[in-house]
């Protein structure tokens, strides 16, 4: 873990607020120079605290308003059977999140479609397929409450 002072949880929160603010503009709202402020972003870049710069699109604009999040089962948690289950869910379009669980389940899918019919295409295609699966369990959205993709600093 790399520690961070004040102005770079400022610079943190500014660019997770705005990715495509110029680093002039970034600079002025920190009170930097533009080269120090570069300078900064380079090790927060450098250090991996800033993984990568994205633009965000909105799912429903785009046909894609149902989130299914699915609970997997595996017949065995050993180092293969993950392995195995881990790469190829990589591989299976709609899934946007992927994580292992400690609990019932082994892992939790979120997975964006279009309605219920692209769900059950997207089971019938990809997940039902997946190694050493033995059990889903599907969970329907009724609608986004709330959702953030800013680390609050």
């Known amino acids: ?3 961070l002072d004040a102005t770079d949880r400022k610079i943190l929160n500014l660019l997770q607020a705005e990715g495509r603010m110029t680093n002039a503009d970034l600079a002025e709202r920190v009170n930097l120079s533009a080269s120090a402020c570069l300078r900064r972003v380079g090790r927060l870049e450098e250090s991996g605290v800033i993984a990568g710069y ?3 699109v909105n799912q429903e604009k785009v046909g894609f308003g149902s989130n ?3 609970e997997v089962t595996l017949e065995r948690q050993n ?3 993950l392995d195995a289950f881990e790469t190829a869910v990589r ?3 709609a899934v946007m999140e992927c994580y292992l669980m400690a609990g019932e389940a ?5 997975v ?3 309605d219920v019919q692209d769900f059950e295409r997207i089971h019938r295609e990809y997940l039902s397929r997946l190694p050493h ?3 889903m369990r599907s969970l329907f959205t009724l609608r986004t409450v709330y959702k953030s993709t800013a680390v609050e600093l």
């Open 54 to 56: 994205v633009m965000l």
């Open 91 to 93: 591989h299976v379009p």
């Open 68 to 70: 299914i999040f699915v």
């Open 133 to 135: 699966v033995t059990r």
């Open 106 to 110: 082994d892992y939790m899918l979120r």
């Open 112 to 114: 964006a479609v279009a």
């Open 1 to 3: 873990m790399i520690e």
């Open 79 to 81: 180092e293969n059977c």
